[in-house]
């Protein structure tokens, strides 16, 4: 089976990103098992931080969280690193204490906007790992974050969706701009070098090779 990075903007199939995704059943079939092998390959291959199977055409409720430490460098409320981690038919819900953050967030499905959505900082989830294993737990931070983001692709939800007005948001390039500007050199040295790797990897997104030219710049 062939999967294909699916873009709001671009992709004829585009309408799996704006509606719910189905549950899973367990045990995993084959196409399911198979699916979740993909995901974890293709959150590092992409270099992310976060998958949802509706981003490659699938409209089933499976997410991948991947957090590097090189991707809690860059990010002030990262509380720990997450290897690829699937979440089956996952939810969440805000917990005491929690406050909407605004960040920077990016997503592969929307190649014309990024912008700082506002996320609960601390969260309870349900979920189910790949052999139907209950996984219940809290997130604060950039990992409560990612959660919610991909909770969000199974739901239908894009972050369009929620850069409403009040949000600062734009063209990816203006973004990255003023991102890159609010950086110390040390987080811009590690941008650099993810980018990099990520480029080598053989992702060729415009995206990264725009952010690249940006942080030469503001390196050299
Ligand atoms: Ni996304």
Request: hydrophobic fraction near 35%.
């Amino acid at each position: 089976m062939k999967y294909e990075l699916v873009t709001i903007e671009n992709s004829p199939n585009k309408e799996v990103l704006t509606k719910p995704s189905k549950p899973v059943e367990f045990p995993l079939n084959k196409e399911m098992q198979d699916l979740v092998a993909h995901m974890k390959e293709e959150v590092i291959k992409l270099g992310g931080v976060g998958l949802a199977a509706p981003q490659i055409g699938q409209d089933v409720q499976i997410m991948v969280v991947y957090i590097s430490d090189d991707a809690m460098g860059l990010r002030k409320d990262a509380v720990e690193s997450m290897g690829p981690t699937v979440f089956i038919n996952p939810d969440y819900k805000p917990i005491d204490g929690s406050q909407m953050v605004d960040d920077w967030e990016g997503c592969f499905s929307v190649e014309e906007t990024t912008g700082k959505v506002p996320r609960h900082s601390k969260i309870s989830y349900t979920a189910f790992n790949e052999a139907g294993e209950p996984m219940d737990g809290e997130a604060e931070g950039f990992t409560a974050r990612v959660i919610q983001h991909e909770i969000d692709h199974l739901k239908g939800t894009l972050i369009v969706d929620r850069l409403t007005e009040g949000t600062i948001h734009g063209h990816p390039k203006d973004m990255a701009l003023m991102r890159i500007k609010d950086m110390n050199k040390d987080e811009k040295q590690l941008m650099k070098k993810m980018i990099e790797e990520t480029i080598a990897k053989g992702e060729e997104a415009e995206r990264y090779q725009e952010l690249l030219a940006v942080l030469n710049n503001e390196l050299a």
